[in-house]
């Protein structure tokens, strides 16, 4: 069992049910598939070959506070771009994040195929197609 703050008890079902439930809402919001898959080996997302992304699905209660109020502090520097935080941990490799509408609109922009440098951790390939049809006008 998953021990909570208030001493509250979420046991390892419901934990994976909740993890489920978050892969099966992001899944249908970007219009691909959730991977029903066993383990933790996979992508929790099923995306098109072509597809230069790969995604890990994260649901908790309250876990990234944080990083929701650096994206408040970002809006409210211009709220005619898009905010973005970014963060690192010590030792570790930055990260980024960003509003789900504005990373749809972002991968919208992708009419022609992407490059994806060759020190890309993302895939080893210089042309890569999108995957992400756009956003209706």
Not at 94 to 112: D, E, I, M, R
Not at 124 to 135: I, T
Request: hydrophobic share 35%; aromatic share 8%.
């Amino acid at each position: 069992m998953i021990l909570l703050r208030k001493g509250l008890k979420m046991s390892g079902r419901k934990s994976r049910q909740k993890g489920n439930r978050g892969e099966r809402e992001f899944a249908e919001v970007m219009g691909f598939e959730r991977n029903a898959r066993i383990g933790q080996d996979s992508e929790d997302i099923k995306v098109p070959e072509d597809c230069p992304f790969v995604y890990e699905v994260k649901r908790y209660k309250k876990n990234f506070t944080s990083v929701y109020k650096a994206i408040e502090q970002a809006q409210g520097y211009d709220k005619t771009r898009i905010p973005v935080a970014a963060m690192r941990d010590d030792h570790q490799q930055w990260l980024v994040a960003l509003p789900l509408g504005s990373w749809l609109l972002l991968t919208s922009l992708f009419k022609q195929p992407i490059k994806v440098p060759k020190t890309s951790t993302l895939r080893q390939r210089s042309d890569v197609a999108p995957c992400v049809d756009p956003l209706p006008e």
